[in-house]
């Protein structure tokens, strides 16, 4: 295995840990063991025992951890521990995009290993290689905001990111059977409001009036790439001068489909200093800081780079404020059933009843272009 494959790589915090990853959850335990054999099995470059382990606190759905053995460093990726929805958390489907990807995006990390067994650690997950550098979530690195020109250097390169994505021949790289593009947003749509049904715990009026907006006015598409369907500045790896985007994670539900659906899903984690509070205060709001774009100015960058035609791209983000709620309700119906103990998650439904009545009432306003 290459130099690049097993990420012999320096960049750890002080501790000798990357910064940010955090000692194992209660309940969340890796059997190191299991583990440990597994690598020797699968990983030519495995050194061999011992192994450590620490976990990345950040997202909120399958579990991510750090691997070390000796200057050898890798992660793993599993579901999250109790049941699960269906067809969710298909840790081999997300190692097999991967596999394909990476040789043709390479921002894409390679995977090392996949277990598909769920006997060897409760569920089947799969291991890549470990990239060093910084994930801006909830803020940046040290407390310290970076200056205007910073932040818009940041924002430019994820709407170009995203781009590059989109321009990339899914057919040629063995991407073609991920989805069927064809009625791919109305799918979304009954899908994602099907999911809503199964975690429902109260009702919410105005999601009466929001569910007919959206299956009234489903638009055609601008056209079919592969999407990332969860692209978002917290799931991307930076240079620790913030200059370069040096990994896209979080590939779980990546497919084939109208890439407006990803554009609206990216423009519905970026937050304004003036949006409403469901908005600033629930979602990760670095982008408030001088120097990010504007929603518009996203969109209006990503027009350029593409020349796709996106006048429509209301519609797509009042639905991804919908769908990100469902996502929410799901964690939160979890939670509420005991599945988790994370106390992250308490106050997960009432921000997908905020998110919902807000994507509510853009749709009252006509096209929901008046969120941009």
Known sequence: MSQPESRRLAGPGGDGFPPGTIPVRPGEELDLDAVTAFLEREVPAFPGPPVEARQFPAGASNLTYWLRAGDWQAVLRRPPFGPLPPRAHDM?????????????????????AVCPDPSVLGAPFYVMEYRPGVVVDDRFPGGRTPPPETCRRIAQRVVDTLADLHAVDYRQAGLAGLGRPEGFVRRQLEGWAGRWRRVETEPIPALERLLPWLEERVPEPVGTSLIHNDFKLNNMILDPSLDRVVAVLDWEMATVGDPLFDLGVSLSYWVHPDDPEVLRNGLPAVTTCPGFLRRGEFVHRYALRTGRDVSGIGWYLVFAYFKLAVILQQIYYRWRAGQTRDPRFAGFGSMARGLIELAAEAAGRGAGAGLL
């Open 92 to 112: 081999v489907r997300e190692a097999t995009i991967l596999r394909h990807l990476h040789p043709v995006f390479p921002l894409a990390p390679r995977p090392l």
